[in-house]
């Protein structure tokens, strides 16, 4: 049987990255506690991606998103998490006596791309 989590995954960069996503830079994600770490980090990269598009742009340049790191905040340090980690394993280890749905942060790098 699956259990399910709830969670929040926001941005920890504080930079140019918030102004570009503007409220997207907080999500609100409900998925199965055995989603892993790699699993989640693919999501937010495939969603990154979509998001900084720039259709409207004739000379077809989109900024690339790499080196996405997801986060828990714990005792008021960041601790990465990593990649076969799952979200079950994150709330035994960092969110048990929380009540709160667990929040996870993310950050990565920006780069232009070359035109295509």
Partial sequence: ???????????????????????????????????SIDHLTKFMELRLKVELEKPEEE???????????LFVQYSGEYFELTGPETLEMVKEDYWKKNTKPLELFYNFD???????
């Fill in 59 to 69: 000379n077809h340049l989109s900024d690339n998103v790499e080196n996405i790191k």
């Fill in 110 to 116: 920006l780069t232009a791309a070359k035109e295509v």
């Fill in 1 to 35: 049987m699956m259990h399910h989590g709830e969670g929040l995954i926001s941005n920890i960069s504080g930079n140019i990255l918030v102004d570009l996503l503007g409220e997207k830079s907080t999500r609100y994600i409900k998925t199965c506690l055995e989603a």
